[in-house]
């Protein structure tokens, strides 16, 4: 008596649309499955049936509309994704910063005092002239503008903001160019 032949191939007929078919062919299980049903001839030019219910556990039914027994489908699994790179912080600045006249002042450490224009102080003039200035990574004022005065005030409060020096600003623990209003107050003694 010689053992059954192996089972390599099995088709499936899926029902999608009434009406039409079309055959799946499985691929044979990774070693073959030999079957032996109950009281059927084990010569194989004889024909037999075959019975899910009879079947090893490691075939089980066809997954509706699928291709194979359930649990045959071989498990891959993909490769774990690359770690994260290093954390890098932008070391060149494309354009200053802009912080308020307070925080700007707490860093001034070199502050020169405008000298009061005779012409101004005997006019009786007085008030605030408003400049904005770009603070360079060293301190120092590059491309100081005037944004509103008394004509008699502003020359005088240039000169004297142009001498004046800040603590350079900070970021990432780097010196950074900075934009900062500016206001000088002219006020007449009594």
């Known amino acids: 008596m010689s053992p059954p032949a192996p089972i390599h191939e099995a088709v499936v007929t899926p029902a999608r649309n009434p009406g039409s078919t079309s055959t799946l062919t499985v691929a044979p299980a990774v070693r073959p499955v030999f079957h032996f049903v109950r009281g059927a001839s084990a010569h194989p030019s004889e ?3 075959v019975s899910y219910a009879d079947a090893p556990p490691s075939i089980g039914p066809f997954v509706p509309g699928g291709v194979g027994p359930v649990g045959t489908l071989p498990i891959t699994t993909l490769p774990p994704p690359p770690p994260p790179g290093p954390v890098t912080h932008p070391t ?5 910063i802009r912080v ?9 450490i070199r502050k020169v005092m405008p000298i009061y224009p005779v012409l101004a102080r005997t006019a009786g003039v007085s008030g ?6 770009t603070i360079g990574k060293d301190g120092t004022i590059h491309d100081l503008q005037l944004i509103g005065g008394h004509p008699l005030l502003t020359h005088a409060a240039m000169e004297a903001v142009e001498q004046w020096v800040f603590k350079p600003t900070l970021l990432n623990g780097q010196p950074v160019e900075v934009i900062a209003p500016i206001e000088v107050n002219f006020t007449l003694g009594r």
Do not use: F
């Open 47 to 49: 024909p037999q049936t």
């Open 92 to 96: 060149t600045q494309s354009a200053p």
């Open 100 to 108: 308020t006249s307070s925080v700007q002042m707490a860093k001034l």
């Open 128 to 133: 605030v002239v408003h400049l904005v200035g």
